[in-house]
């Protein structure tokens, strides 16, 4: 699946409620994802010993063993992360009747989903809108007491704020610290960038101070990040277009 599983946690705790939970866990909530709702054949008939082929038949009877199972863990809430469902395995459809399956196949996964007795959240997958729009996936789906035209949000448990991005064409570059030596990776068409740390490798002030100057660059939906390093900053440089 073409995305980025978008659930990110930011801890925003209080003495109060890490005293009240010293002897337990804090929160317990569900995760599930790719469970490819949809009409189409297994792609294998034998047990896999890799995540390759897909095995749709089972989607609608493990998401309600799921809703079960974090029932009885008295979840506080749940959350699927992306391709809740897939295509039609009918061809020649037109792209009406294909519209209509997708919507069907959401309407089943988002039913067996809601047998959870508590709040649920959803997170775009590539396969959820191949047939429909954000719209349509919207107007099927609930995220418990978030705005259904609202495709990114937050929402805070237990003393802990949850964030929900809408990855889906739209992330353009995550950043963060920590790793002192810095690092750039793509995963999935997203580029992470680690920043390389202040305190590091000397203290001259040109050739050791080490931070970022950024310039976003936008020619219609291209997108266009440039970095550059101060000191011993790695600089970086590239395009992407957005939807």
Known sequence: ???????????????????AQASGAMITFGLISDTHVCDKPDQSTTIALNA????????????????????????EFVA????????PATPGLTPA????????????????????????????????TDQVSKADFM????????????????????GVHFIVLDASGKVLAVFSGHYHDGGYQEINGIKYIVVQA??????????????????IFAEGNKYTLA?????????????????
């Open 52 to 75: 390759s082929p897909r095995y749709f038949t089972g989607g609608l009877a493990k998401i309600e063993a799921f809703a079960t199972a974090m029932n009885a863990a008295d979840a």
């Open 198 to 215: 202040n305190a590091a490798y000397g203290n001259d002030v040109s050739y050791h101070n080490q931070y970022s100057t950024v310039k």
């Open 139 to 158: 107007s099927v789906v609930r995220n418990t007491g978030i705005s259904p035209d609202t495709t990114y949000y937050s929402f805070d448990k237990s």
């Open 97 to 128: 009747q294909r519209r209509e399956a997708a919507m069907g196949f959401m309407r089943a996964a988002e039913a067996t989903f809601a047998l959870f007795d508590g709040p649920r959240y959803h997170v775009f997958g590539n396969h959820d």
């Open 1 to 19: 699946m073409k995305k980025i599983v978008s659930l990110l946690l930011a801890l925003t705790l209080t003495a109060g409620s890490v005293f």
């Open 80 to 87: 699927e992360l992306g391709d809740f469902t897939d295509n």
């Open 227 to 243: 970095l550059s390093g101060n000191g011993l900053q790695k600089s970086y440089a590239f395009s992407k277009v957005l939807y």
